[in-house]
């Protein structure tokens, strides 16, 4: 069993590869998360942060059950096995009629071109396209974050064009890179290749299969 607040979940679902897991963080994590966003580099195109005390990421762990009692974000730690939690990957976004939603992921600086990115996009991969049903999985850089989109076409995403004014991060107005990986592509990635195993049980409002014709 799993509690946050006044929200409880039983068996809640994992992902497990072979040098990376996730989870879902508990209170516990948060001064860890505090350690891994309070680098400035690592939130500098994000719309929260840095970290500067370890109520903000307590905060954002203890939003997270509610967020996914309602479907709107199904969200993980990323737990090495030899070096504990290393940042934090998930899904959001949802529109579960096409069988859609957006993967997201930041690490802590020092874990940057370790290859855990590819094992992380293929964790979420397995869990969006095997698991949940979906058949795309969206991807946004900003326009200025050359790292991020080369990351994201080094593991099979396809760049699909620039949205104007697409992110708000306070008063300033960010352009973002979109990027895309169908189900049949990624049938043929290299995201596939990785092992990953799913345990516990995906809350039902994140299945595809679950929406009824004309639905969300």
């Known amino acids: 069993m799993y509690s946050i607040g006044a929200v409880t979940e039983a068996a809640p679902v994992a992902v497990s590869g072979p040098t990376l897991a996730l989870r879902y963080a508990t209170p516990e994590d948060a001064p860890r998360l505090l350690e891994l966003g309070s680098d400035p580099l690592v939130t500098r195109f994000f719309s929260w942060g840095p970290y500067a005390r370890v109520e903000e990421p307590l905060a954002y762990i203890k939003e997270l059950a509610l967020k996914r009692e309602r479907g709107e ?6 737990e090495h096995r030899e070096l504990g939690p290393i940042g934090v990957t998930g899904l ?3 529109a579960l009629r096409d069988r ?3 993967v997201g992921t930041w690490f ?3 874990y940057w071109g370790s290859g855990s990115n590819l094992e992380s996009k293929a964790l979420m991969a397995a869990l969006g396209f095997a698991t949940l049903g979906l058949d795309r999985l969206t991807a946004w850089a900003n326009t200025r974050n050359g790292r991020s989109q080369l990351a994201l076409e080094r593991v099979g995403f396809r760049r699909e064009g620039v949205l104007r004014g697409w992110h708000r991060h306070g008063i300033a107005v960010h ?3 979109v990027f895309g ?3 049949p592509e990624w049938e043929r990635s290299v995201l596939r290749d990785v092992p990953a195993e799913v345990y516990g049980t995906a809350p039902g409002v994140f299945i595809a299969d679950n929406v009824k014709k004309g639905g969300r």
Request: charged share 30%; glycine share 4%; no cysteine.
């Open 100 to 102: 859609r939603a957006t």
């Open 73 to 78: 974000m199904l969200e993980f730690l990323v």
């Open 108 to 110: 802590g600086r020092a």
């Open 181 to 183: 990986i169908t189900r």
């Open 175 to 177: 352009d973002v890179v």
């Open 92 to 94: 959001s976004e949802f």
